[in-house]
């Protein structure tokens, strides 16, 4: 077997690793304000270096940070933009129940939850992820630096799950401006990735896996909504993304279908209705794709996978303790794909 000397690795991580408690603690301190942030900052650097440590211990090129830095895996983007506004009580109303977690959140009689808001002309003025990417750098050796991996937001987070209320129109005419704006600060965050050194970023998309789901295309067409315009607008709206972006820049896209906790996932479907275009139409370099339970469906669409494109199998989940059966059976039945 061939040394692999650059992302995607033979094994990679989606990015996100279990908080420790000490940091769990931390963190609510700091949301109670009974500490600083850099008492947290401190609390946060001690446990990057120690997860920093365990995955070269077992042998992980592409280095992240847990994202322990982040309260959630999607924050960086929009808590950091201008013209998004964090309101903490958004009526359930506001939220489209045809998206999964959103559906499960209003069935089990949330009236309101937190988010961000489109009230204004959108505009990167600072960074997104510099800071955790130039700490990532300071604990790491400078060999290693090109393999680090930064995970970003969907640039579609917001618009799907809150849909017509995404924006004031009286901001935005309509998606294609609202989205004109988020393209531009993603194209200059990455280039200012590019200049500190990043060469590996990947896009936490559970969004687009969640057009796998049955449950979620119905809900749209009866609402009249075109889901596959939606789709080809997304898609769209990442290409515009990465327009011109390097190409020594390893582009991942990872997809899952929710993870909650005590195990919880908020969608089922395999990748079958929108393979052709998540393969052949983003230009991305690799896929990073949840396969570790029968809801992901089978390796049959990977069979639309570009021969310049690389897929990496999510078979191992730290949710479920018997996985190698399951892996064993996976690999036998669809080895031809």
């Known amino acids: 077997m061939s040394l692999h000397l650059h992302p995607p690795f033979r094994a990679e991580h989606c990015g996100s690793l279990k908080r420790p408690l000490t940091l769990l603690e931390k963190r609510k301190d700091f949301d109670d304000k009974k500490c600083s942030r850099e008492d947290l900052r401190v609390v946060e650097d001690a446990t990057i270096k120690d997860i920093i440590r365990m995955q070269k211990e077992v042998g992980i090129k592409s280095i992240t940070d847990g994202e322990f830095r982040r309260h959630m895996f999607f924050d960086g983007v929009f808590d950091n933009m201008d013209g998004m ?21 209003k069935k089990n009689s949330f009236k309101s939850a937190a988010s961000y808001i489109c009230q204004g002309k959108m505009e990167r003025t600072r960074p997104f992820y ?4 130039e700490a990532l750098k300071a604990f790491t050796a400078p060999e290693e630096h090109k393999n680090l991996k930064i995970t970003m937001c969907a640039p579609e987070w917001y618009h799907l799950r809150h849909g017509v209320h995404a924006y004031p129109k009286e901001i935005y005419k309509n998606d294609e401006e609202y989205f004109a704006d988020i393209v531009v600060a993603y194209q200059q ?3 200012q990735l590019y200049a500190a050194g990043c060469r590996n970023i990947q896009f936490d998309d559970p969004l687009l896996a969640y057009f796998c ?4 295309i119905s809900g749209m067409e009866e609402r009249g909504i075109d889901h596959e315009g939606l789709l080809d607008l997304y898609i769209k709206t990442y290409n515009d993304c990465l327009k011109d972006h390097p190409q020594d820049m390893n ?5 899952c279908r929710g993870n909650f906790k005590d195990g919880m996932h908020f ?7 929108i393979a052709i275009k998540l393969f052949r139409e983003i ?10 339970t029968e809801r992901a469906g089978t390796f049959e669409p990977l069979k639309w996978l570009p021969r310049n494109k690389v897929v990496v199998l999510g078979l191992i989940s730290s949710k479920l303790s018997q996985v190698y059966c399951l892996l064993h059976d996976l690999l ?3 080895a031809e794909f």
């Open 267 to 273: 969608s089922e479907g395999g990748y079958d209705r």
């Open 251 to 255: 582009v991942g896209l990872h997809l």
């Open 189 to 191: 965050e990455i280039k």
């Open 283 to 292: 230009n991305v370099d690799c896929y990073y794709l949840e396969y570790d």
């Open 213 to 216: 789901a049955d449950s979620m």
């Open 130 to 133: 510099i800071g955790q990417f």
């Open 332 to 334: 036998v039945q669809h």
């Open 85 to 105: 506004k964090y309101i903490e009580d958004v009526s359930i109303d506001k939220f489209m129940d045809y998206v999964p977690d959103l559906a499960a959140f």
